[in-house]
Nanobody
Framework: QAQVVESGGGLVQPGGSLRLTCAAS????????MGWYRQAPGKQRELVAT???????NYADSVKGRFTISRDNAKNTVYLQMNSLKPEDTAVYYC???????????????WGQGTQVTVSS
């Protein structure tokens, strides 16, 4: 079994920056897309950004120009650099990875436990 673990959340003032990290480990043959999603209190989980194994990226309109997703395929790790943070970015951020295990016939979605990001003065 594979697992993904996030780190890097915390409390930051508006206009500040944070960097989230997500590492996948365990029984991994290949990883396809990796991405970040977030869920604010009382709201549904929403896409923040995704990145393919080839480096193609996709962002939610609300974070374009402020957030940057990147990936280190050798380390099975994805990063989310968040700049110019706003109070409305406050949420639990979840990492997602599409992983093919050595004995799998198809890719499976794996989710991390989430990391809290709070933007407040």
């Amino acid at each position: 079994q594979a697992q993904v673990v996030e780190s890097g959340g915390g409390l930051v003032q508006p206009g500040g920056s944070l960097r989230l990290t997500c590492a996948a480990s365990g029984s991994i043959f290949s990883i396809r897309a990796m991405g970040w999603y977030r869920q604010a209190p009382g709201k549904q989980r929403e896409l923040v950004a995704t990145i393919t194994s080839g480096g193609s990226t996709n962002y939610a309109d609300s974070v374009k120009g402020r957030f940057t997703i990147s990936r280190d395929n050798a380390k099975n790790t994805v990063y989310l650099q968040m700049n110019s943070l706003k109070p409305e970015d406050t949420a639990v951020y979840y990492c997602n990875a599409e992983i093919l295990g050595p004995k799998d016939y198809q890719f499976r979605d794996y989710w991390g436990q989430g990391t809290q990001v709070t933007v407040s003065s």
